[in-house]
């Protein structure tokens, strides 16, 4: 059904069970979904020591790997280590992380993944400051002509969706919105169309 929608990329949320209290799927299930996707993979590490594992998220076909910056010590070797493995890179920040403190990487990055929520559970109610937040990232990626993408991801919805798309949002993630309505493919759709 997703080789089919106007999905851009597929959304994989990888879940260790320390860095956040849920366990979602390894290696074997990303591996077997890469066999069948058809849309690159946007991959999503709530994982402590990100780092450890960039090589296998490479071998597994990623092409977006996004790890948490609160997870990661050294953050701008672990973006270098993820381009280096011909991937594209991205940083997430949880909805207490100010932006601010992407200062000194932003010009590194491909992609920041804001959470509008709180990493670890599906269906989740939308953060408000979360608007607040991505308009000043916004303004950061403006005032420096950078061409870094930003991504949403937690409470998404066509009401939320419009509005971050209003204040910059380049990407939206959208999971129990698409999968628990009665139209998946038209959901998709009508999310594409913001």
């Known amino acids: 059904m997703l080789n089919k929608s106007d999905a851009d990329w597929l959304h994989m949320d990888i879940m260790d069970g ?13 591996n077997a979904v890469k066999e069948i996707a058809k849309k690159p993979l946007d ?13 296998e998220f490479a071998a597994a076909g990623t092409y ?7 997870a990661c010590t050294h953050v701008h070797r672990t973006i270098a280590a993820i381009k280096d493995e011909g991937m594209k890179a991205g940083i997430v920040l949880n909805p207490h992380t100010p932006v601010h403190l992407l200062e000194d990487i932003l010009q590194d990055l491909d992609m920041v993944l804001l959470m509008s929520v709180n990493p670890g559970f599906g269906g989740q109610s939308f953060i408000e400051q979360s608007l607040t937040k ?22 998404v919805n066509l009401e939320t969706g419009k509005r971050l798309i209003d204040a910059g949002a380049d990407v939206l993630v959208a999971g129990n919105f698409v999968f628990n309505s009665t139209d998946p493919l038209q959901t998709i759709k009508d999310l594409k169309a913001l």
């Open 64 to 70: 977006m790997l996004t790890v948490h910056y609160e």
């Open 43 to 55: 991959v999503h590490l709530m994982i402590v020591e990100p780092q450890k594992f960039i090589k």
């Open 18 to 30: 320390a860095f956040v209290p849920n366990i979602s799927f390894g290696f074997p299930v990303l």
């Open 134 to 155: 991505l308009t000043k990232l916004k303004g950061m990626i403006t005032e420096r002509g950078l061409n870094t993408l930003i991504e949403i991801d937690g409470g």
